[in-house]
């Protein structure tokens, strides 16, 4: 059996996303994916089992990989607003610099592999932002809440915003590109809006 090449390994990983991407799960194969890697099919099942394999190995480890960008720096201990303002700052970041993962998760969010690459990551986040959440109700900071109602408050119009900065328009076809002005103008209400 050939040892893996790292290189490769790396390559083929971007390559699949950048596929998965403009192709979508239906229009991926291992053929497409080799032809851009510039590999041959069989280098490809040296690294993997088959395609779905691929598609988990890939969608945990930059499912994984986002998730520590995005809590890098994050203390649940931190106040309220402190503690938001650096999930802003690093999903923000994250997100931008990071457009096709972007795209490739929400494929996978809704999708057949959803349960078993997210199951990891929604117990990290689920623990450290549960731990933040609960700390800022009982500080007196924000009333307690389901989580799908904070987050759509707290998230939800970041990720839009990053959406529409993505696509270079905003609602209907206006261009747009996201600012730190229009930024963390938002988040300001969005704190506004959840604060006490």
């Not at 053929?31 to 099919?41: D, F, N, P, T, Y």
């Not at 730190?180 to 959840?194: M, N, Q, R, S, Y």
Request: proline letters at 3%; one cysteine or more.
């Amino acid at each position: 059996m050939r040892i893996r090449d790292v290189n490769k390994v790396e390559l083929v990983k971007e390559k699949a996303i950048e596929l998965l991407v403009k192709v979508g799960f239906e229009g991926f194969t291992m053929g497409k994916l080799a032809k851009e890697c510039g590999i041959s099919v069989a280098t490809l099942y040296i690294y993997y089992k088959d395609k779905d394999d691929l598609i988990l190995q890939v969608g945990m480890e930059e499912t994984e990989r986002m998730g520590v960008l995005m809590l890098e720096d994050f203390d649940p201990e931190a106040t309220f607003a402190v503690g938001l303002r650096q999930q802003w700052k690093n999903r923000a970041k994250c997100m931008l610099e990071n457009p096709l993962s972007v795209q490739m998760i929400e494929q996978l969010r809704t999708s057949t592999y959803q349960e078993k690459i997210f199951e990891r990551l929604i117990e990290t986040f689920k623990s450290t932002l549960g731990r933040f959440m609960h700390n800022a109700v009982q500080r007196g900071e924000i009333e307690a809440m389901p989580l799908e109602t904070y987050w759509s408050v707290a998230f939800a119009p970041l990720y839009n915003l990053i959406r529409f900065h993505n696509e270079g328009r905003s609602l209907g076809g206006k261009p747009f590109v996201l600012t730190d002005e229009v930024l963390w103008g938002t988040f300001d209400l969005v704190l506004k809006a959840l604060k006490k």
